[in-house]
C-alpha cells in the first residue's frame, strides 16, 4: 500500500511541484494550503508524513503550531519542516517541537526524496528486532543505530533523528571534541 504523504505549503507552484515529484514515485499525496484545512483532514486520518512550511497564509508561525498538534496526536508520525527560513533559531525551535528533519526550500529534489525514503526505512526498521552488531553501549547510555533510538538507564529516549546522530557522533568516540561544523556533516 502506498504511504501517505501531506505537504502543507501555502505557495501553490512549489506545493504541486514537490506533489508532483512525490507521485511520480508512487506516494499518495495530499496538498494543503493552510494549517486550519491540513487540521480538519488530519482529524479524520492522519497521513503517513508531513511536510510542513513554517509560513502559512496568514500565519507566520502557523507550520510551528501544526507540528505541535501533529505531535499530540501522535509520537512517531515523521515530520518534516521545508521552509526558507534557515536561521538557526528556527531550525533548534521546529526540531524542539518535534519535528524529525529541517530542510531548506532550496534542498534538491533528489535530496528531499532520499530524506523521505530514509524516514521510512526508519519506521519499517522498527518493526524488526534488534540485532547485537546495531547496538552500541557507553554506560548506562545504549544506542540502537538500526532503529535509530536511544535509552538511557533502560529508558527510551524521545530524540529527532537529527538529535540521534548528533549523539551518535559524540557517542561514537568518547573524549574528543567536535565543532559544530563536524557534528553537522555527521
Known amino acids: 500500500m502506498a504511504k501517505r504523504i501531506a505537504i502543507v505549503e501555502d505557495e501553490a507552484a512549489i506545493r504541486e511541484n514537490y506533489a508532483d515529484v512525490l507521485r511520480k514515485q508512487g506516494y499518495e499525496v495530499q496538498t494543503f494550503s493552510n494549517r486550519k484545512d491540513a487540521m480538519r483532514s488530519f482529524d479524520i486520518r492522519l497521513p503517513n508524513l508531513a511536510i510542513i512550511d513554517i509560513g502559512l497564509e496568514n500565519e507566520i508561525d502557523g507550520g510551528f503550531t501544526l507540528c505541535q498538534a501533529l505531535r499530540s496526536m501522535s509520537d512517531t508520525l515523521p515530520i518534516i ?7 538557526d533559531f528556527d531550525t533548534v525551535s521546529g526540531l524542539r517541537m518535534g519535528a524529525d528533519d529541517y530542510l531548506t526550500k532550496d534542498i534538491s529534489l533528489p535530496h528531499l526524496s532520499a530524506r523521505i525514503a530514509a524516514l521510512f526505512r526508519r519506521l519499517d526498521v522498527l518493526d524488526q528486532p534488534t540485532s547485537p552488531e546495531n547496538l552500541l553501549q557507553r554506560e548506562k547510555l545504549v544506542l540502537d543505530i538500526g532503529r535509530l533510538t536511544i535509552q538511557w538507564d533502560g529508558i527510551p529516549v524521545p530524540l529527532t533523528v537529527t538529535e540521534f ?5 559524540l557517542v561514537k568516540f568518547p573524549g574528543h571534541v567536535k ?5 553537522m556533516q555527521e
Open 81 to 87: 519542516f521545508l521552509t526558507a527560513r534557515d536561521n
Open 165 to 169: 546522530w548528533m549523539v551518535h557522533a
Open 179 to 183: 565543532s559544530r561544523q563536524v557534528l
